[in-house]
């Protein structure tokens, strides 16, 4: 028996026996690729329970902070006493090196006896305090100054700007764009048998689909990442970036949504005499635009937490003001607006839920 002879039915059980094979050998070396080890989060659970809530402090812990917090009036007298003889010298030549220092400890000495004990005492407990939090570490508990909190949702306000208008661009960009990029909508658009006209509706779906292809294949970081680099710092990069990521993503769904539109409403519709914008109004569009909407919601939801990531790189909203928290090692800050972008998101979750039930 030789090949030519094998029913098909043998054929495709080898093609699926290989296939088989195949993605079982590429799970396997992915396994060990991704160096996946569950038990090392059993192992490292201490590590993450300080990382989070905070190590426990020693004895040498806290004598350490007290040291450091004993010297903080002698430094602020110092710094004081350097911003006066600046002031002082401003219009004129300084004097010598050790001249000046010993100008700068006399007024230091006499700044540091100008309050009195309870004052400075007060002053040491506040920076012991803070060296204490400092020693600690950890997100837990969060920062809960009113005014802190307050700055934390103006920059949240700018985060879902950026959202709005990243998704709404690009919905709009997508609507208009995913008509050609569907076979059924593209043929009603540029109707004919002609051999040149089909060239001509092949040529415009391509480009179409490759273009969407290329606006979907970059993640908007990397998008924003270029857009900071060539508009500068701010939330019209983010918008920016949103609306090209998302009018890929959107554009290759709408017109995939377009492709299952029934096509006897269309016959119907063309039965009547319809031009093809008439047939488009009234056989098309009604079939697609709850889902299309519905999508869309889905999107501005994503969004607003991609429009947060986006902020790391310097495109605006709270994720810039996040990330400057995580270089100063403010990770109670952090956890704050952690939490309000939480609330947020489920906050809008349920308000796109209900535009969904109701509307759509």
């Not at 709009?172 to 509706?201: C, E, H, M, S």
């Not at 949504?257 to 056989?283: D, M, R, W, Y």
Request: include cysteine; glycine fraction near 6%; charged fraction near 20%.
């Amino acid at each position: 028996m030789t090949l030519n002879t094998l029913p098909p039915s043998v054929f495709k059980k080898i093609f699926k026996t290989v296939l088989t094979l195949l993605f079982f050998i590429i799970l396997i070396l992915s396994f060990k690729k991704t160096e996946i080890n569950f038990l090392k989060l059993i192992e490292k659970r201490q590590n993450a329970y300080s990382y989070i809530f905070g190590k426990k402090l020693t004895k040498e812990d806290h004598q350490e902070a007290m040291r450091q917090a004993q010297m903080y009036p002698q430094l602020m007298s110092q710094e004081e006493a350097k911003r006066l003889i600046r002031e002082k010298y401003a219009d004129q030549s300084l004097p010598n090196n050790k001249e000046l220092q010993n100008e700068i400890n006399q007024l230091s000495t006499q700044i540091y006896h100008q309050k009195n004990h309870n004052e400075w005492q007060a002053w040491i407990d506040s920076e012991y305090k803070s060296i204490l939090d400092d020693k600690k570490g950890g997100y837990f508990p969060p920062e809960t100054n009113l005014h802190k909190i307050k700055e934390y949702l103006w920059a949240l306000v700018e985060t879902i700007y950026i959202a709005i208008w990243g998704s709404l661009l690009a919905f709009l960009t997508a609507t208009l764009v995913a008509f050609l990029a569907a076979q059924n909508t593209i043929k009603i658009i540029i109707p004919g048998d002609q051999l040149w006209v089909k060239y001509l509706r092949n040529s415009i779906y391509f480009l179409i689909r490759r273009l969407l292809d290329i606006c979907r294949g970059f993640n908007e970081f990397v998008m924003a990442l270029i857009f900071v680099a060539v508009i500068g710092l701010g939330p019209f990069a983010g918008v920016l970036a949103l609306w090209i990521h998302t009018f890929g993503i959107l554009g290759k769904v709408f017109s995939e949504n377009l492709e299952t539109c029934h096509p006897g409403t269309v016959e119907g519709v063309e039965s009547c005499g319809a031009n093809k914008f008439q047939i488009l109004s009234f056989a098309i569009i009604p079939q697609v635009l709850p889902d299309f909407i519905s999508y869309a919601l889905l999107r501005f939801e994503t969004n607003v937490r991609s429009a947060t990531i986006l902020g790391f790189c310097g495109a605006g909203g709270i994720g810039f003001l996040m990330f400057d928290k995580i270089n100063g090692y403010l990770y109670r800050e952090v956890a704050t607006m952690m939490i309000i972008i939480i609330v947020t998101i489920g906050v809008l979750d349920s308000i796109t839920s209900y535009i969904r039930r109701k509307y759509i």
